[in-house]
């Protein structure tokens, strides 16, 4: 279809770069933030649908990045 277009691979890239690039292809983005260890606050560290679906233009991805480490003790 036309208007479909392919979400792109976001994973590891900063949020804003990643919003920026969703904006570029004509898609939407919520974001929700978790904390993760090993991935460096600010970067993506999943995007659903995942990267390479075919979406229809003006969809949302759901984008969640990381706030760095947990700050909480087990």
């Known amino acids: 279809m036309p208007d ?3 979400v792109p691979a976001l994973n590891g890239m900063t949020m804003t770069k990643a919003l920026s690039f969703l904006s ?3 898609l939407e ?5 978790v904390a993760v ?3 460096g606050e600010g970067h993506v560290v999943r995007v659903d649908p995942p990267a390479g679906t075919e979406v229809e233009r003006g969809s949302t991805v759901r984008v969640t990045v990381s706030t760095g ?3 909480t003790r087990p």
Not at 29 to 33: K, N, P
């Open 24 to 26: 570029l292809v004509g």
């Open 4 to 6: 479909d277009v392919t």
């Open 37 to 39: 260890s090993n991935i």
């Open 69 to 71: 480490p947990s700050n």
């Open 29 to 33: 983005a919520a974001v929700t933030e």
